[in-house]
């Protein structure tokens, strides 16, 4: 063989794992031990299963060790969830453990109100103490918990923590938009959605591919685990055309927040053209037809509503689309085998979110593809062992901090809002506030707020593993392990037809002087001294974990994951008839749970409508009952006189203000979305998958990626369609401020041929404030500057509500196309 | 003796970028930050390409995950002054790194802007040293970079095979892009095997390569989407 | 004082009517020192500079993806073009025993190897790992064009030092004989010149040999550059007339540099007895017919572009047309066609002013067409990626500056040490040349009407 | 006599520079086979580069060859007799 080819393996440098740590100028901010390690160890191999946790998703992953040193990432094949795919955020994981701002302390806000170092020791006594004082003066409801650290576990182990300290305030910030569900299936989760076997999937705003629960499993299970002539087809409806949508069979652009409108056109479709599954609307719905109520009154039925007042002209002239695609598209969708219809993004930050949400699932029910396979269904549920009830019933449960209360008529709050709003008027007094791996002031719309708020609140203890926009207001910062040192469980992300449990090891001890929050929270317990500690007897978190996993190994429901996916399906099947073989004891299931990190159940309780439908019909309501009770209790509470349940649902209505009346209102309906400032564009935050999970910004390749789908990076962009570009006289690559009435941030116009008129897009995931963090000020958060409009029947803000103007600030420093029409 | 071939499947792609992130990651490529990118000094061994067709209603939009073409006769290769890219004999078209002079012929003459420069020394701020990958060396600055098909798991599963003491084969190797794709878009495999996945996918109506008129034979084929 | 007194080439001449031709080098003024300390300034930044770049890297200059070459190879493209002013003129003028050239020729020789070697540095200053640049020498590959300008650059190079050093040995031997100092120097140099007949025989018979040899070199040297870029299979690059293309350039430019430097030097010197308008005349009529040419070449380089319409060609060609480099394109056309045209086709213009506008014109012009051939065909590749751009670092100014500093650094040398204008050769015309001339033009002549009076006087010249 | 009292160590200096002349090519050709080898080892497109690397060697050789021809020329033609002069008539 010739020289070169020698060089070239020299070069490749399969012997020289040294010279990729070797020559290192700086100094090392990792244990002397780990680089003598990296350089001179023996360089042995292994693979070790965990969880990703970076976003709520929680993947699989395989790490890559040498010496015991985590070299790559890559995803877990195993996993049911991603199968062996990972998104770009969870390739960085080694860039978010080694990262340049990690916090190797806890730190303490001085007098001067700078952060000092301060020992765990102190920090948790101080914290504990407090926590201890306030419970035993019944102070308890004086604390607030924040957590969005993924999965139910920890968030048990949260609830039972504010129990322990008599605490009835805890919350993640994030919505999850069940209130469709509610009011239709009245359950109180999201349904697992079958992607795996349906065989058209209709997303109304649900960038499928990129936002979403889990966009690598919808990956995955439409497209990764399929032969190519099987992979499920998809129909985009929305504003804007992601990457992921660009694959869609039909892109339907439509005005922004008319995607329920849309949906009752198709309604309408399936409807007049008896393209709708009669057996199930007649067995296993409410309200499709005109009925009688008790009072002998005649009520509106979905039926008559669609045909009367959802006609695709009609809805052509809503959603700015053409009456022949709304038909083309009911069509396409009643001819499939396996259809599903989804909502998510744009389509569920609207004003009109939960409407929207209810017209979508209401076309499910039409479609009827509840409980079968590619449908709808609930996941079987995960044997957790239930946790015992403490011995806090001494204390009197005060009412939530996030109770939705008052004669607003929502069913619920926006957490970070509310808790800002209630501690600002003082109408609810806190004076400890918790904040888990959470970054709300840089994620909710009530973010400013919050931390005005946080400046009143006596102290504010953040627990995470870099300093950011929420922990520059706090009191105390604990460093919290990132999720490659620290014991993860993790479960189910919303909207998965199975259920999964993710058991993630940690892969290499904590760099730095970290802990993981669950061990704060059960020292703090244990520092708050007396029941409370008593409340929380676990030595540690996996020690927490291990026991709530005991539950699983006693039902002996669902498998430990092995081999490929469909590997796993045939164990799967084998394993029925003798489950025990595997986990029979505690032990070997918590071995295998280790060695494999997942469990799951795939078999959903088929033919369980009770279960599927808990409204009081006990069927697919179209005509909400939940609903109008609900606003006849609101309008009751508007004034304490008596008054007839017409006058309170009248009453109720007004409260709550729909731009509809009588019937139509608890019927699947459009209400028009309010947008809200003087600009004439829409602004539209969105989530690119290169934004997910709060730690995203911290890894430099992930912000040299964050445009990829324009060839860009390390900027926020501002994604307009050609005509508006036109109409703006502005070009790709201006640099431009989107300005609403709230302010004004910085962006780069990228133009798309696809993006809806008069309609700004906006990515999440720059524009932070991490102190040593290598995206710290690049681009910028479009969440600053939208305006609060608030969801009237969830309570929850809306992000897409806002109207802003572009002004350009300077012109494309230099010539050239866009990436869009390079070469074209 | 094999000769490695990549098939990419537009019709499966949903241009979620994961391949992007995983050379990255497998390579060793730094992020060069924001002033170098403002620059357009950012780069990828294998980028996502957007391509725009129509226009108004009709308009489409595909991304095409394009990393080094691997061409049968590379322009890159014929330039090179000092034998510093050469085609492997497995068809891999390699990059010594210690030999380049960084005269950026190759680039220049590359037909698929491929190859990037090394225009600073790389930078790897706080320890993500700590987190590279001891298969593939650092780049110094000034010299030329590309895409290497992962050549060093092809070295690894060669010297595997061997201590099973069969020849390399169809199946052994999985570059970190094909293998990180949540779509499986990614196919690679041996395109002298006809029997190969990869060789049977490229008989397919629906294979293309990018500028096949040029006579590079590039070794990467794409499948068009369906619709 | 010399042996060779009398008649002829003699120094010591009483009647030694060149002393012009000498002043520079016999009382070169403070003027001398000044120049070339300020030229050494400006080179010593330029070095310093590229000391910084060799230390941080390339990116100190403007260029990216997919922009990877920029001004260095620009100049180094342009720079050899110019290179070819001298030589290649000076040769073709002696091979068709063009009588005017005698005051030329050297300066245009000494052009061409100064501005050689410059040129041949450039590519060095393009690459990323000069420490590296001997991989050449132990790995170099023929396959690479970059190769074949390695060696026909050095042929060139090898060729036009001995064809400027040659015809120089008698003036080198006037200045030993008229006791210039550095003496050693002209001893070194002078290689015992006495002007013996079998020397002259000898030097002539070189000579002869040389400027054959030298013409043929010149337009590979050109034709392998231009294979650099038509070597690959870019847009804009990959054409067969690049060759013949380049070449008229250079030659193009050469000329005009020339000018340049004959206008530059006769003012400074005072050489206006040498340097005559007669000179300029027919030069710039040369300048004119290649400006034409010039402008033939490109007219079917783009019409080609243009009528094959295949996109990526395309694509490029809007780029220099109406893009972003419509306004180097157009200001090139204007400065190496219109300006030079509108300047050298008129009598009235035809001044020594009008004539250097032309030639700084097209110098200018030749260098925005280099530009012009590298930048926009790698800023537009053939795959749907972004338009590249380029703007060039103060470096690369800095490095643009240090260059043609070099050159003038180059002249002021030469002038200070050796005469900018053959000696011996001016005086050689006045003795043989009218003479010689006349015989060769009755040589042409149809033969008289034989008649037994007068025999023929002359067997042809 | 001027000339003739040059000092010997220019002689011995010019006789060195047209030596190192030759170094100069002869190495410039040894380089430019050995790359010609190379490429033929390495199966290189040859055609072209071929014939243009082949054309350079005599290129250096004939430059070399013109200037020891001078060289030695001027040499010889100094021991002329003293009435050497420059006849127009020469040819």
């Given amino acids: ?169 805890i919350s993640s910030t994030k919505s999850q938009g069940l209130l469709p569900f509610t009011l239709t299936q009245g359950i109180a989760q999201v349904p697992g959605f079958d992607l795996d076997k349906a065989d058209l999937v209709m997303s109304f705003g649900l960038e499928l591919f990129e936002d979403g629960p889990a966009p690598l499993h919808a990956i995955s299970a439409m497209v990764g685990s399929r032969q190519t002539e099987e992979r499920a087809a998809h129909i985009y409806a929305g504003t804007r055309l992601s990457a992921g949508s660009s694959r869609a069979e039909v892109y339907v652009p439509i005005e922004p927040g008319t995607h329920g409108a849309l949906a009752l056109g198709v309604a309408h479709v399936l409807v007049r053209e008896g393209n709708y599954d009669r057996d199930f609307v007649a067995e296993h719905t409410f309200g499709f037809e005109d009925w009688i109520d008790d009072q002998g009154r005649e009520r509106l039925g979905f039926r008559r509503l669609l045909l009367e007042r959802y006609y695709p002209d009609r809805i052509a002239r809503i959603c700015g689309c053409d009456a022949a695609t709304v038909v083309r598209v009911a069509r396409r969708l009643g001819e499939a085998a396996a259809p599903l219809a989804v909502v998510g993004g744009e389509g569920s930050q609207g004003s009109n979110a939960t409407w929207t949400g209810v017209a979508v699932h209401s076309l499910n029910a039409l479609l009827g593809v509840f409980d079968r396979p590619g449908g709808v269904s609930l996941p079987p549920p995960i044997p957790l062992t239930p946790l015992a009830d403490p011995e806090t019933s001494s204390l009197e449960q005060a009412e939530s901090i996030f109770a939705p209360g008052g004669s607003v008529g929502a069913f619920g709050v926006d957490a970070v809002e509310k808790l800002a709003e209630r501690v600002i ?32 609140i006596q102290s504010v203890v953040v627990l995470t593993p870099f300093l950011d926009e929420t922990s520059a207001h706090a009191d105390l910062v604990l460093p919290t392990h990132v999720f490659l040192e620290s014991w993860q469980g993790t479960t189910t992300p919303a909207a998965v037809a199975f259920s999964t449990l993710g058991l993630g090891k940690p892969v290499i001890e904590p760099l730095f002087d970290t802990r993981h929050p669950g ?195 390390w900027q926020t962009w501002a994604e307009i369609g050609t005509d508006t570009a036109h109409d703006l006289d502005l070009a790709d690559g201006d640099l431009v401020a989107v300005e609403s009435d709230r302010g004004s941030i910085e962006a780069v116009v990228r133009v798309h041929p696809a993006a809806v008129p008069r309609t700004v897009h906006v990515p999440v995931g720059l524009g932070h404030v991490q102190p040593g963090g290598v995206a710290d000020g690049i681009g910028s958060n479009p969440i600053e500057i939208v305006e609060p409009i608030r969801d009237n029947l969830s309570g929850v803000l809306s992000t897409t509500s806002s109207r802003v103007s572009l002004r350009l600030l300077r012109r494309r420093p230099h010539g050239g196309p866009a990436p869009m029409d390079g070469g074209h | 003796m094999t000769r490695w071939g990549m098939v990419i499947d537009l019709d499966r792609c949903t241009g979620c970028g994961s391949c992007m992130a995983a050379c990255h990651q497998e390579n060793n490529l730094a992020a060069v930050g924001p002033e170098e990118s403002s620059r357009d000094r950012a780069f990828h061994w294998l980028r996502v390409l957007p391509e725009v067709s129509g226009s108004g209603a009709e308009v489409k939009v595909r991304y095409v995950p394009q990393p080094c073409v691997q061409c049968d006769d590379p322009p890159c290769v014929r330039v090179c002054p000092v034998h510093a890219t050469y085609l492997g004999e497995e068809g891999i078209v390699a990059q010594i790194y210690s030999r380049c002079i960084g005269c950026r012929y190759c680039m220049a003459a590359c037909p698929y802007n491929a190859k990037v420069f090394n ?40 010297e595997e095979a061997r201590a099973a003491g069969r020849e390399i084969r169809d199946g052994d190797v999985t570059p970190a892009c094909a293998e990180s794709c949540p779509a499986r878009a990614i196919e690679f495999g041996d395109l002298e095997d006809p029997t190969s996945r990869v060789s049977e996918l490229t008989r397919s109506p629906r294979a293309f390569r990018l500028h096949a008129d040029l006579g590079t034979r590039p070794k990467v084929y794409y499948l068009a989407e369906r619709d | 004082m010399t042996s060779v007194n009398d008649k002829g080439v003699s120094a010591g001449g009483l009647e030694f009517e060149d002393q012009d031709l000498l002043r520079s080098i016999e009382d070169s003024g403070v003027g001398f020192r000044v120049v070339s300390t300020l030229l050494c300034l400006v080179i010593l930044t330029a070095w310093v500079i590229f000391g910084r770049q060799i230390l941080r890297g390339l990116g100190v200059t403007g260029l990216n993806q997919p922009v990877a070459w920029g001004f260095y190879i620009v100049n180094f493209v342009f720079f050899i073009g110019i290179s070819h002013a001298g030589t290649l003129i000076s040769a073709i003028l002696r091979l068709s025993q063009a009588e005017w050239r ?241 300047l050298l086709s008129f009598r009235r213009t035809r001044t020594i002013p009008g004539i250097f506008i032309a030639s700084t014109s097209v110098v200018i012009g030749m260098w925005l067409e280099r530009l012009n051939i590298v930048v926009p065909s790698l800023a537009n590749p053939r795959l749907a990626l972004p338009t590249g751009y380029y703007i060039p670092s103060l470096v690369e100014w800095v490095m643009f500056a240090g260059g043609i500093a070099t050159f003038m650094l180059g002249f002021v040398i030469f002038a200070r040490f050796f005469p900018l204008i053959s000696v011996w050769e001016i005086q050689e015309g006045r003795k043989l040349s009218i003479a010689e001339t006349t015989e060769r033009l009755e040589g042409y002549l149809p033969d008289p009407v034989p008649s037994a009076a007068t025999p023929p006087m002359t067997e042809g010249g | 006599m001027e000339s003739q009292s040059e000092p010997r160590w220019i002689l011995g200096l010019q006789i060195a520079s047209v030596s190192m002349i030759w170094v100069f090519v002869l190495s410039i050709s040894a380089w430019i086979l050995h790359l010609l080898r190379l490429s033929r080892r390495l199966h290189d497109v040859p055609s072209a580069s071929v014939g243009i690397s082949i054309v350079a060697i005599p290129v250096f050789l004939l430059g070399a060859a013109v200037l020891t021809y001078v060289f030695v020329g001027l040499r010889r033609g100094r021991e002329a007799p003293d009435e050497s002069t420059l006849e127009p008539e020469e040819k």
């Fill in chain 1, 425 to 456: 008027d003082g109408t609810y007094p806190i004076d400890l506030l918790i904040v888990v791996s959470s970054n709300p002031v840089y994620s909710s719309p009530a973010g400013q707020r919050l931390s005005q708020a946080m400046e009143q």
């Fill in chain 2, 119 to 158: 225009w600073y020394e790389p930078e790897w701020p706080g320890d993500l040293k700590q987190g590279t990958n001891p298969d593939v060396s650092l780049r110094p600055k000034g010299v030329v970079e590309k895409c290497t098909f992962c050549h060093h798991r092809v070295v690894k599963a060669r």
């Fill in chain 1, 519 to 713: 061990d704060v929270l059960l020292e703090l317990g244990r520092a708050a001294g007396g029941p409370a500690g008593a409340a929380l007897p676990w030595v540690s978190y996996p020690d927490y974990l291990k026991e709530r996993m005991e539950g699983l190994v006693i039902s002996g429901e669902g498998s430990v994951v092995t081999g490929s996916f469909e590997e796993s399906w045939v164990h799967f099947l084998e394993e029925r008839g003798w489950r025990f073989l595997e986990h029979r004891s505690l032990e070997n299931f918590w071995a295998a749970l280790e060695r494999e990190s997942g469990w799951w159940n795939p078999v959903p309780a088929r033919g369980d409508w009770a279960r599927l439908f808990r409204t009081p019909s006990g069927r697919f309501e179209f005509f909400s009952q939940t609903l109008e009770r609900h606003l006849r209790d609101v309008g009751g509470m508007t004034a304490d006189v008596e008054m007839s349940e017409e006058e309170a649902l009248e009453r109720g209505i007004a409260a709550m203000g729909s731009q509809v009346d009588g019937d139509e209102v608890l019927l699947p309906h459009f209400e028009p979305p309010i947008a809200s400032g003087a600009g004439e564009l829409q602004l539209l935050p969105f989530r690119p998958i290169t934004a997910r999970g709060h730690l995203a910004a911290v890894s430099p390749m992930v912000a040299e990626m964050f445009g990829y789908p324009f060839l860009d990076g």
């Fill in chain 3, 102 to 342: 005698r005051p030329i020729t050297r300066m245009a020789e000494v052009i061409t190897v100064v501005v050689l070697a410059i040129g041949a540095f450039h590519p060095v200053l393009d690459l990323g790992r000069p420490d590296r640049a001997l991989n050449i020498f132990t790995a170099g590959r023929l396959q690479s064009p970059l190769l074949w300008d390695v060696s026909s650059i050095s042929a060139y190079f090898m060729a036009s030092t001995v064809y400027l050093y040659i015809p120089m040995i008698p003036d080198i031997a006037l200045l030993r004989d008229r006791g210039v100092r550095p003496r050693w120097l002209y001893q070194f140099l002078a290689w015992g010149w006495q002007g013996t007949p079998r020397q002259q025989a000898v030097l002539e018979r070189a000579v002869g040999i040389l400027m054959v040899l030298v013409i043929p070199i010149a337009i590979s040297v050109h034709t392998v550059i231009s294979y650099i870029f038509a070597m690959t299979l870019q847009p804009g690059w990959h054409s067969t007339i690049f060759g013949p293309y380049f070449v008229v350039g250079a030659i193009f430019s050469g000329i005009a540099a020339l000018m340049m430097v004959m206008i530059v030097l006769r003012r400074i010197f005072h050489l206006e007895r040498y340097l005559k308008q007669v000179h300029f005349d027919y030069l710039s009529r040369l300048l004119l017919i290649m400006s034409l040419l010039w402008f033939y070449f490109t007219f079917s380089e783009y019409l080609t572009a243009f009528f094959g319409n295949e996109p990526s060609e395309m694509r490029v060609f809007y780029y220099k047309v109406t893009g972003p480099y419509a306004p180097f394109f157009w200001s090139m056309v204007v400065a190496n066609f219109l300006i030079p045209a509108i």
């Fill in chain 1, 1 to 169: 063989m010739i020289v070169p080819r020698r060089e070239f393996l020299k070069m490749l440098g399969v012997a020289t794992g040294t010279l990729g740590l070797g020559g290192c100028d700086r100094d090392w901010l990792v244990p002397d031990r780990l680089v003598e390690l990296a350089q001179r160890g023996p360089g042995l191999e292994s693979q070790v299963p965990t969880i990703c946790g970076l976003c709520e998703s929680g993947c699989g992953l395989t790490v890559r060790l040498v010496d015991g040193l985590p070299v790559g990432l890559k995803g877990n094949p195993h996993h049911p969830l991603n199968r062996g795919g990972l998104c770009p955020v969870g390739q960085a994981g080694l860039e978010v453990l080694y990262a340049p701002n990690r916090l190797r302390a806890p730190q303490r806000r001085g007098a001067g109100g700078e952060l000092e170092p301060v020992s765990w020791e102190d920090a948790l006594a101080e914290v504990g103490g407090l926590l201890g004082k306030m419970r035993s003066e019944g102070q308890g409801s004086r604390v607030a918990l924040l957590t969005d650290e993924p999965g139910r576990l920890f968030h048990d182990l949260a609830a039972r923590f504010a129990q322990a300290v008599g605490s009835p305030n």
